[in-house]
């Protein structure tokens, strides 16, 4: 069973019941689900993710302490604790998980600002450039359960995408990462006989263009041991026809022989067609061509905030 199934299966069993037997006042104020840090709340989870800090469990969200205050924080987390410590063949855990703790009470604010640094999701220029996408993509994934005043969900609606100026000035820096890296310097590496350096070039060419790929379908990539997961899930849900996660796979995960890297230029060249395709479909670009460092600063051109467009290419990678 899957983290976030056993989670809402445990609250529906439990959870429900106990908030409205021993705090019927709160309800209207109070969010519960499983969102956050662990692979269990990106449905990730699996039979090798069990041997830490899985068990069944949930969250509830509060307000600040104008609305709840401490005691009556404090009455929660004791109700929660004394919730069932087996539930399906799962036991609770006894100590803290690894990472600090994702289950049980929360106040919202204290979440968001965990995530990204503002507790209502309104996020400066300087923020949204400089906090770590997996964060973001953390602090809207899982799921809701119940919201009863619907300020829980708001701040995740606010949060749910990059703003378009910043989704553009951060696919022109990764745009430009993978000219240089790919384009450029992957095959300059080669002829040197420079394996090791083609092959962290490679590396870097693979890693920009996982973030240009969910920057150009509108996700957040999560923290970077699910990307090729996550990237799988997305090519299926999108129905694509190119089966970018193999062949970024291939990238570095193969040798640089003659034949080996004789196939991995091309497939740079493959990956940097795919990518020009979408920006093109999206309106942003308009040049012909495969040229990524061109196509980069041409979408940088598009970005409408004369502050954001005129920071060096690189700053929102």
Known sequence: MKGLELSKKYYEAYGRDMLHGQFPELEGILAVGLAGS???????DDAVSRDHDFEPGFCIFIPDEDVIDERTEFRLQRAYAHLPKEFLG??????????????????MRDFFISKCGSADGQLSLRQWLLTPEYALAEAVNGEVFRDDSGSFTAVRNRLACYPEDIRRKKLAGYLLTMAQAGQYNYSRCIFR?????AQLAAGEFVNAALHVIFLLNKVYMPYYKWSFRALRELEKHEGMKNTLSHDLEYLISSGNSAEEAEKKDGLIGKIAECCVEKLREQGLISAGGTDLERHAYAVNDTVADSVLRNMNVFAGV
């Open 193 to 197: 006989g420079e394996t090791g350096a």
């Open 90 to 107: 799962y036991r609770r855990q006894i100590l803290s998980p690894v990472g600090g703790n994702r289950h049980g009470v929360l106040r």
């Open 38 to 44: 662990g692979s269990e709340c990106f449905g990730y």
